[in-house]
């Protein structure tokens, strides 16, 4: 199920709005790094409840952050895939897959809401389907380059040795 983000933004930053809760607006993924216990929206989808959890234990400041989903994202993808040493018909797959991605340009592709009890990050973190898709995609390519440069990499003496 494709999720709207906008939507879910807006309903989010509202609830918060009218809570008790001050709102650190972050930079998105800037918990990377850090130790993180992530909030199971798979099974328990509905971020209220998530608030309900930080409210209960007393939290003051929730983090809030979301991502846009850029051009220049699928405009680096095209660039890694030019790399690559696919034949016509994968390039041409992939082109498509990048294409079919472009309709989602400036859509918000992640939120995320956080906080801090005890010295752990609680987070509740959430992403349409279309960007996962987005994610294995560009697995897939930087594989195909790691590949790539591995084959390279296998004859880089090109038959000639050192005497030193």
């Known amino acids: 199920m494709d ?28 918990l990377e790094g850090l130790p993180l216990i992530l909030w199971d929206v798979e099974r328990e989808p509905d971020y209220r409840r998530f608030l309900e959890v930080a409210q209960k234990a007393g939290v003051k400041i929730v983090l809030f952050a979301d991502a846009r989903f850029e051009a220049a994202d699928l405009d680096e993808l095209e660039e890694h895939l030019e790399e690559t040493d696919l034949d016509r018909d ?3 797959e992939y082109q498509a897959r990048i294409r079919e991605l472009r309709r989602h340009e400036g859509e918000t592709c992640g ?3 956080a906080f801090d009890y005890n010295s752990r990050i609680y987070v509740y973190e959430t992403q349409p389907d279309w960007y996962d898709e987005f994610v294995t995609l560009e697995d897939e390519i930087m594989e195909r380059i790691s590949e790539t440069e591995d084959d390279d990499s296998d004859d880089s003496l090109g038959g000639y040795f050192s005497k030193n």
Not at 9 to 29: G, I, N, T
């Open 90 to 92: 994968e390039q041409r």
């Open 111 to 113: 939120i995320e809401m």
């Open 3 to 30: 999720l709207n983000l906008e939507k879910l933004k807006r309903q989010a930053l509202d609830y918060l709005a009218s809570s008790e809760f001050a709102v650190f607006q972050s930079v998105p993924h800037s």
